[in-house]
């Protein structure tokens, strides 16, 4: 998938007992956890939600259970965000916005 044309958007999980409950484990065991249930988490709801090459996961954050991801093609980057938008367990899906 090229970088043109395309936008990047953040994406803000609901509440998470099992993200909770991974976060309060401070050893290296359970933030190795942590990452791996975030990245499987965000990935199962990109493919459930998402047309396969039409996006690119760049990073999941770890500290607020979001994740960003690079939408393509111009004319459907409005109805991906809004598909995100609507998906079961999103918060929020916000476009990033670069500062001058």
Known sequence: MGT???ELYFVFMNYD???QRLR???TKQGADELDLY????HDELLASTLEPGSYR??????????????ITEDQVML???NVLRSAKGVRVVEKNQELP
Request: aromatic content about 10%; charged content about 25%; cysteine-free.
């Open 38 to 41: 975030l990245s499987k988490k």
């Open 4 to 6: 043109q044309n395309s």
């Open 79 to 81: 109805i991906f965000a």
């Open 24 to 26: 309060a484990d401070r």
């Open 57 to 70: 996961k760049t990073l999941s954050l770890v500290i607020v259970d979001g994740f960003a991801v690079e």
């Open 17 to 19: 007992p099992e993200y």
